[in-house]
């Protein structure tokens, strides 16, 4: 008996060890994903291009962008100005608030659009800021003597409505460099439509990228006006992820940092791996944080995310039965697209996207909706190369649609001859009778309908061969003279 036991013990104990080593196995799996642990209370990850979130942190909490606005004013200012274009620094400045941020501007002095942008977002200047939406006001109401106090509110109305059009849900601006006021707020799903927006700008994305700046106001300008006030100066990034030091990210690029006390320490930053751009948007997250944080979820993105093209111009999506077609076009009609379609993926993704083929055209659907054994409708005969036929949409697995594309007849299908769609009615009717699908009726109207006409024809031919003798016979007498 005890023997017994010991037998039992032993093999519960063998299972046990099998099922925990099974466990451990499943927990252990290196495809299972780790979210990033970050410090900031909002935040977002989104690739530039195409828009698509790759993790979020209360992105749509009400935060104070502090400095970071100043991509906007940048943005504003390009609407109206070129990079080329001079603006003279007035009074304007004198209205800057003393514990700003500054990038040393004095009454007279001229710069280009390009270096006062420059001012903007290496040292973030607010006297950058306040000389910029200065010019832009004026401009846009023709009116030299607005003051500062007008200008600024006439360039936080453009902002606002440029944020508007670029799909900002929770934005308001009432100033164009980010001094604290509880007006002026954004969130981080805002932030990131204004940074995709801003590295589609060449001027922006080029100087967010910068370490530092030494030259004159005017730059290549300056010699060719020698009569313009000008200066000198030295710029420094306030971005340490793309400065020489610990906090140092390889891949990063850009873009932007804030800081006041109730905005806490925050960034925009930019980094691009293998054709890939991430932006990332972190918000009162205390240094280093805002550096570590931005690094994690870079690392993340670039880890588990990739381009995937699914299918490229040309490819068949899928191939429709086709009816009423001459019996040497196939039977089957190939259906391409006619664009690369290429998404940004979770690698863990990729093998569960499918597709869904839609016909839409709905002059070649037969009068009872045909459909062939995938439940797609058959088409009707003729078609045309390059006749737009359907849609298809990839999916992931819980069926959201990730994309959507049209679909072509790859070549041409002729009709077939009425003998052969006589034929192919006579076949379908046929099938239907056996499969019990038709009634009495119906089988007989078609049949004597099929009678009918076979009964047409072959008088035709009849007649045509009656004719044909006829003709071929007669033959006129000849009269004789006697």
């Not at 453009?158 to 100033?175: D, I, R, W």
């Not at 309908?449 to 035709?460: E, N, S, T």
Request: hydrophobic fraction near 35%.
């Amino acid at each position: 008996m005890k023997n017994r036991v010991k037998s039992l013990l032993a093999i519960v104990l063998f299972i046990s060890l099998s099922l925990s080593s099974v466990a451990f196995a499943d927990t252990s799996d290196t495809s299972s994903v780790t979210l990033p642990n970050i410090t900031s209370p909002s935040a977002i990850l989104v690739e530039a291009s195409t828009g698509k979130v790759l993790y979020s942190k209360n992105p749509d909490a009400k935060m104070y962008p502090a400095s970071m606005t100043k991509l906007m004013t940048s943005l504003v200012l390009l609407d109206y100005f070129k990079p080329d274009d001079i603006i003279t620094v007035g009074s304007e400045i004198n209205d800057v608030s003393l514990d700003s941020s500054k990038a040393g501007h004095v009454r007279g002095e001229a710069l280009t659009v390009q270096n006062l942008i420059r001012g903007l977002l290496i040292p973030s200047g607010n006297d950058s800021a306040v000389v910029a939406a200065t010019a832009v006001a004026k401009k846009v109401e023709n009116n030299d003597s607005l003051s500062e106090k007008d200008c600024e509110k006439i360039f936080a109305d453009l902002m606002n409505k440029k944020a508007e059009k670029l799909g900002c849900k929770n934005t308001h601006f009432v100033n164009p460099h980010g001094y604290h006021d509880e007006n002026h707020y954004t969130c981080a799903t805002d932030m990131s439509l204004i940074a995709a927006e801003a590295l589609k700008n060449d001027t922006i994305k080029e100087i967010g990228s910068e370490k530092s700046y030494s030259g004159n106001g005017l730059g290549n300008l300056k010699s060719s006006h020698p009569e313009l006030k000008t200066q000198d100066y030295s710029w420094v990034s306030h971005n340490k992820l793309i400065m020489d030091n610990q906090y140092k990210y390889e891949y990063a690029d850009g873009l932007k940092t804030g800081y006041t006390d109730e905005a806490g320490d925050c960034l925009t930053a930019t980094a691009k791996k293998d054709g890939v751009r991430l932006i990332a948007i972190i918000f009162d997250s205390p240094d280093p944080g805002r550096w570590l944080d931005a690094a994690s979820l870079f690392n993340y993105g670039f880890s588990n995310y990739e381009f995937y093209k699914l299918n490229k111009s040309g490819d068949t999506v899928a191939k429709a039965s086709l009816v009423y077609n001459k019996s040497s076009d196939g039977n089957t009609l190939d259906l391409v697209v006619k664009k690369d379609i290429t998404l940004f993926l979770n690698k863990k993704e990729v093998n569960s996207i499918t597709h869904e083929v839609k016909i839409t055209n709905e002059s070649l659907l037969t009068r009872n909706r045909e459909t062939d054994e995938n439940e797609l409708p058959k088409l009707m005969a003729p078609i045309t190369s390059d006749t737009e036929i359907g849609t298809v949409d990839y999916k992931t697995s819980d069926g959201t649609v990730l994309a959507s594309a049209k679909l072509y007849a790859s070549r041409d299908v002729q009709k077939a001859s009425l003998i052969g769609r006589i034929f192919y009615n006579a076949k379908t009717l046929a099938l239907h009778v056996f499969n019990g699908k038709t009634s009495l009726k119906v089988i007989i109207a078609i049949i004597i309908i099929i009678i009918i006409i076979l009964l047409i024809l072959l008088l035709k031919r009849r007649r045509h061969s009656y004719y044909s003798r006829s003709v071929y016979r007669y033959k006129p007498r000849r009269r004789h003279k006697w």
